[in-house]
C-alpha cells in the first residue's frame, strides 16, 4: 500500500503494526536459539550450568523483547481509537506517550519480568530449563 497518500494516524498505524509482526517472528527466533543451544549442549555434554544460565538470559531478552511489543500495542490501540476520531493532531506520539506512563528504572524491570512470565513466552523456557535440571541432577 502506498503510505503517502494516507493521513499521519493511518501511517503512524501501519507502520507500527509491521513492526509488531516483527517483533513475534524475532520472539520466535529468540526461543529457536533456545531450543537449538540447549540441544547443542546436551549433545556436546557441554557443562549444563551454563546453558541453564544461557536459557535464563534468553528468557529476560524475549521478556525484554514482548515488553517492547506490548508497549506499541497500546499504541496501536490507541491509534485506533484516535482513526475512528479522525483526530489527526495526536498522530506520531509513540515515545511521547510512552515517556508520559514511564515508572522509572524499577517499574521497567518490573515490566520486563511480568512479560517474562507471560505463558506464551514462558514456552519453552521453563521446558528446557526442566530438562536441563533434570540431566544435571541424574549425572
Excluded at 61 to 73: F, H, L, M, N
Amino acid at each position: 500500500m502506498d503510505t503517502s497518500t494516507l493521513n499521519p494516524l493511518n501511517q503512524e498505524w501501519q507502520t507500527l503494526h509491521q513492526d509488531y509482526e516483527r517483533y513475534d517472528r524475532y520472539s520466535l527466533l529468540i526461543k529457536l536459539v533456545a531450543i537449538l543451544s540447549s540441544l547443542i549442549t546436551i549433545g556436546l555434554t557441554i557443562h549444563l550450568w551454563i546453558a541453564i544460565l544461557f536459557i535464563l538470559v534468553l528468557w529476560l531478552q524475549e521478556g525484554i523483547w514482548r515488553t517492547v511489543q506490548a508497549r506499541t500495542t497500546e499504541r496501536l490501540l490507541a491509534l485506533e481509537q484516535l482513526i475512528k476520531r479522525d483526530d489527526q493532531n495526536s498522530a506520531m506520539q509513540f515515545y511521547s506517550d510512552w515517556e508520559a506512563t514511564r515508572h522509572g528504572s524499577i517499574g521497567l524491570i518490573k515490566e520486563y519480568m511480568r512479560n517474562a512470565l507471560r505463558p506464551t513466552v514462558a514456552y519453552p523456557y521453563i521446558i528446557l530449563l526442566g530438562i536441563l535440571v533434570i540431566i544435571v541432577m541424574m549425572r
